[in-house]
């Protein structure tokens, strides 16, 4: 498929959830958000209904993201379906680690290809205050077992404040190059601001080749992370909202007062 600015957009982004077992300060609110009611959330049926349809028309990258993908109950089994649908040629989630010594091996066998995970230090102090609680001995674990599991390439996502990497940037990247991951810096994004980078070691944030559609838990399809234009999967049906999100999707992202980054996926 291609967009009017003749993008071909073949990479569709799925938030199975906006919950999280962590809250990292520039994700969510200290006091915590209003979350997606469960009968608002989309069904696994509907999103492999919906990932089907996105496949015909064009798609073949498949990213989990949420909140935390592995906190909704079941998720293995969706990412066993979604696996199965032909046309799909990378499959990869996006997770914060902490669950991922318990889910590697289920994951692995379910027909995952890859992971992104998110470590913005190696501290434990600083972690449980930049995740406001979390233990980065859990990532560090999951990793391990992430990587025994067969899990290549992983790639580690760092959020940094500036260009100019910082001590916990720096530490991570030592403990990644150690292990054979591949580090990618995300610089700090303001959804309000419209202030955003181009990921280092990755292209996301370049939107002159942006390939990228969002569908989130709640059955909205976003054509941009930064614009608040979103086209509700259960009304219009799957290819119709499709359709809509390519023919509006914008040239480049402005800014967004409806999105957060626990609901799209960042
Ligand atoms: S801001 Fe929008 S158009 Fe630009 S890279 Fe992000 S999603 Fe794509």
Known sequence: ?????????????????????????????AEGVELIKHDDLL??????????????MGINKVRFTGGEPLVRRGFVSLVETISKIEGIKDLAMSTNGILLDKFSKPLKEAGLHRLNVSLDTLDPDRYREITRGGDVTKVLEGLEIAKKEGFSPIKINTVVNERQHGADAKMVEAYAQKNGFFIRYIMRMDLEKGEFWTVEGGDGGNCSICNRLRLTSNGLIKPCLFSDLGYNVRELG???????????????GTESHTNSFYAVGG
């Open 1 to 29: 498929m291609k967009d009017l600015f003749q993008r071909t957009i073949n990479y569709l982004r799925i938030s199975v959830t906006d919950k999280c077992n962590l809250r990292c300060q520039y994700c969510m609110p």
């Open 43 to 56: 069904s696994f049926e509907e999103i492999a209904d919906f990932t089907r349809t996105a496949v015909e």
């Open 238 to 252: 799957a290819r119709e909202a499709i359709l809509q999100a390519i023919t509006n999707k914008p040239k480049a």
